[in-house]
């Protein structure tokens, strides 16, 4: 959104397993448009005509009946899978809320009546009673209550794109926003790139250094770190690529961090 420069390399099992699981998407979405007429891979998003500079692709576009979901694709190691299948301490019933928010983002820029969400196990090998391939799938409709939250998924996107679009604006008068991550709290003391201990993501953030060099609070650009003020350059209108991409590493990232 910014452009800042990264601070840091991701080292090279992270860029492994996200082109390991971008590879297995690519599979399941070339078998998903020879069976389904309808199937659209990557389906591009623009949700700035709703008032929001979030844009990106989904991972697929299909229908059923006269209703039209989007598809979200996830590759997990055993472990995180299952996690997912014993509900991760929530219930079987839900995904991960960011997985539910990504997928519920561009179901609302393509006015789609639904998500699915299709959790698919990349492991070679029988481990933790997963076996290699195995699928989880979820379908909300957008006005369907997810159980662990009690909140429908049109809410929890209406609330998550209010919170981005006042990102966007702080970003826009010059102010890098507070560090603050949603379901973590305030993050006062983030942990050194790739440390052992402290808020996963930011043991893998590729602005580890500039951000721990900041307050916890709001911080005007010229007050920031030199790469910051260097590089610090918002457009100003952004067709934003880099949500699933970060999404995706989300994913690889948290294995490793598991």
């Not at 996107?157 to 949603?182: N, T, W, Y």
């Amino acid at each position: 959104m910014a452009q800042v420069k990264e601070s840091e390399e991701l080292p090279y099992e992270t860029l492994i397993a996200f082109h390991l699981g971008q590879a297995m998407h690519e599979k399941v979405q070339q078998s998903l448009t020879a069976m389904w007429d309808d199937f659209e891979a990557e389906a591009p998003v623009d949700l700035r005509p709703f008032g929001y500079d979030v844009s990106g692709h989904a991972d697929g576009l299909f229908t059923i009946g006269d209703k039209k979901y989007v598809l979200e694709l996830k590759t997990m190691t055993a472990f995180p899978f299952k996690l997912a299948l014993k509900g991760d301490g929530t219930t079987t019933d839900s995904p991960k809320i960011e997985h539910i928010l990504q997928a519920g983002i561009y179901a609302y820029g393509l006015e789609a009546d639904g998500i699915q969400i299709v959790y698919v196990s990349k492991d070679a090998s029988y481990r933790d009673g997963v076996k290699p391939g195995m699928t989880l799938e979820f379908r909300f409709d957008m006005d369907d209550v997810v159980p662990s939250v009690n909140t429908t998924v049109r809410e929890l996107v209406e609330q998550e794109l209010s919170r981005l679009k006042v990102i966007s604006d702080e970003v826009e008068s010059g102010m890098i926003p507070a560090r603050f991550v949603p379901d973590e709290g305030w993050i006062e003391d983030p942990p050194r790139y790739a440390a052992s201990r402290g808020y996963w993501r930011c043991r893998y953030c590729v602005f580890n250094i500039d951000c721990r060099a900041l307050p916890t609070q709001a911080t005007p650009v010229e007050a920031s770190t030199p790469n910051i003020q260097n590089s610090w350059d918002p457009p100003a209108t952004e067709f934003n690529e880099h949500i699933s991409f970060y999404t995706s590493l989300d994913d690889a990232t948290e294995e490793e961090a598991k």
